[in-house]
Structure formats: C-alpha cells, structure tokens
C-alpha cells in the first residue's frame, strides 16, 4: 500500500522561514530510517504559497490565481510518500516524525490501479504503465 503523508502548511512556512540545522538533521535522520527500511519512494518541501498559483477550471474556461493563499490550514509545505504494509504501519511511521508542537500530519492512501475495478480497463491499464515507466525515465533525468 502506498500512502501521501501531508505536511501541512504553517505561519512560517508560508513566511519562508527555513527550518533549523537541528530540524534538518532530525529530518534527515528520520529520512535515513525511511529509506533504509524501504518506506520512503520520495519526499520533498515545498516552496511558500506566495510562489504558487491556482488555476480554476470552469467550461472552457481558466483562471489563474497567483499566490499567496489566505487559508494557511488548507495548504501544503511538504510530503512523502511512503511504501507500508498497512495503514497502522504508516501511522506508526509517521508518529515518529521529528515535528514540534502542534504541527499536524495528514496520512492519505494512495489509489492503486486494483481500486478502480472494472472501469480501468485493460487498454486503460496499458496506457497508464506507459505513463508511469516515461515518468520514472524522467525522474532519473533530474
């Protein structure tokens, strides 16, 4: 099972504020743990709000709204996501995470191509491996 951990976005992530070395070797090691026991496919921080733009989807028509976003709760500073066993394992993975005080994580699980049923056709299935194998390709480009 694969699930999205959610790092949600604060005062000062959306200000810029870089975390500490502390927090950043905290991270890192916890990070090492991830990987070293085949959890963590990939995790990253993400850039402020203020950086960042919505674009609308209504008919034909698009509307691009730039950041910043008033709605701190509703935003994101970062993810992982993460290769479990089940979703107590993921929990259990995630309440060892080294955030500080009143910082809150969502754990959400991913859909797998089983999930979708008969809908997901056989073609359809075909396709979206093509797709994935190109976007693995293209992350070993970075």
Do not use: C, H
């Not at 479990?84 to 995470?97: G, H």
């Amino acid at each position: 099972m694969r699930f999205m951990v959610i790092v949600k976005a604060n005062k000062d992530s959306e200000a810029g504020v870089m975390p500490t070395e502390k927090m950043l070797t905290e991270m890192g090691k916890y990070n090492e743990e991830l990987v070293k026991a085949g959890v963590m496919l990939a995790g990253e921080g993400l850039q402020p709000s203020s950086k960042g733009a919505r674009v609308r989807f209504d008919g034909k028509t698009r509307t691009v709204t730039d950041g910043p976003f008033s709605e701190t709760k509703e935003l994101i500073a970062g993810f992982w996501l993460w290769q479990v066993r089940s979703r107590d394992e993921a929990i259990e993975w995630l309440k060892r995470a080294p955030f500080t005080d009143g910082e809150e994580v969502e754990l959400r699980q991913v859909f797998e191509m089983e999930d979708f049923g008969a809908e997901f056709t056989p073609e359809l299935r075909e396709q979206e491996k093509r797709v994935m194998a190109e976007a693995e390709k293209n992350r070993g480009k970075s």
